[in-house]
């Protein structure tokens, strides 16, 4: 039995540990320092407030204020009522749980639920009880907020894959264009099996990235790179289309020596800037130049010429995709990022 599969190791983040450790520890030791008892909730406290994005730590950190307002209350109801027993603490839960789910708050569920259980403890609701809650809950949380925030940008990381990307995607579209020419199998076999499925994964993994890197992001507009991410994405599928349809041409025919030479120059100049317009230009002189060719003589050279007609309409698409992208942008939007 091979336990390493069910490990997932990537999913440990060694600078989250530190921060949740040594967030934990500042906070009972402030805790400690102002004498506030139950002090070690506030470490719990801070590490039920470090989130994975900033964006989350904030957002969930006053989720949490209400659902503590919002606990105290029905704690102060129902143990005021039926007295500071287990039934009444059960009582409470029942009731802080539904109305919790209800009014979307259950990220304060866990939290306000072990700083009730203090009122239990103490057998009383006081002003300076609640007021000691409150402290432990500010410190925990703005522990836990302070460290949050501590959270390393990735954008040039993402940048780096996302050039490797590219690279990877005109690697792919060399493939093609080789494939045509030399009718090699082991060619097409590669980019079926390696290349395609790489691209997919890469593409899938740089969007997991850009899309956390946009939460620990609080101001900057981070909308171009996750939809610039979504488009190759699309066109990355397109690609599997135009690669299937490839392995229909059954043997070397002259008029794939244009074609192959055409997806050459989409490789040549395949970059993030490039609106493709010039691409579409000579994608519709390669339109005409198959329309004044002789009409082909055999079944054989019918099916191939047809096939070639339909990876050209698939290049089409692959092409509308980021021309259609590139329209739909504003200018600051890719400007600002591309400087």
């Known amino acids: 039995m091979n336990i390493k599969k069910y490990l997932n190791y990537k999913k440990i983040k060694p600078l989250y540990l530190l921060k949740a450790g040594f967030g934990s520890a500042i906070a009972i030791i402030i805790a400690d320092f102002f004498r ?146 030399k009718q090699d199998e082991a060619i097409i076999i590669r980019c079926k099996s390696e290349e395609i499925p790489n691209l997919e994964e890469m593409v899938e993994n740089l969007l997991e990235e850009a899309y956390e890197d946009a ?11 996750i939809s610039y991410l979504e488009m190759r994405k699309l066109q990355i599928s397109q690609l599997r289309n135009i690669v299937g349809t490839l392995d229909r041409v059954e043997r070397k025919i002259p008029q794939a020596i244009p074609l192959a030479n055409y997806i050459g120059n989409i490789a040549a100049s395949f970059h993030e800037k490039n609106n493709v317009e010039k691409l579409l230009e000579e994608l519709e002189d390669l339109y005409l130049y198959y329309r004044d060719e002789p009409l082909p003589k055999t079944r054989d050279e019918f099916e191939n010429r047809a096939v070639l007609y339909q990876i050209l309409k698939e290049l089409h698409d692959f092409l509308r995709l980021k021309r259609n992208f590139m329209l739909k942008l504003e200018y600051k939007n890719y400007q600002s990022y591309w400087d």
């Open 215 to 225: 939460e620990n992001t609080l101001l900057s507009d981070t909308k171009y790179l």
């Open 36 to 181: 506030l008892s139950f002090s070690p909730s506030a470490g719990i406290i801070t590490l039920l407030t470090l989130q994975n994005t900033k964006k989350e730590t904030i957002f969930v950190a006053l989720k949490r204020i209400l659902s503590f307002i919002l606990a105290a209350i029905i704690a102060a109801i129902i143990f005021n009522t039926v007295g500071y027993t287990s039934i009444a603490f059960g009582i409470f839960i029942i009731v802080f749980v539904a109305i919790s789910i209800l009014f979307s708050l259950q990220d304060g569920i866990s939290m306000n639920a072990v700083l009730t259980t203090h009122f239990l403890v103490e057998e009383k609701i006081d002003f300076p009880l609640l007021m000691n809650e409150v402290g432990i809950l500010f410190i925990g949380m703005g522990i836990g907020i302070a460290l949050n925030l501590i959270m390393p940008r990735t954008k040039e990381k993402i940048r780096r894959n996302q050039r490797m990307l590219e690279e990877h995607i005109r690697r792919a579209l060399r493939t093609m264009a080789d494939w045509l020419i």
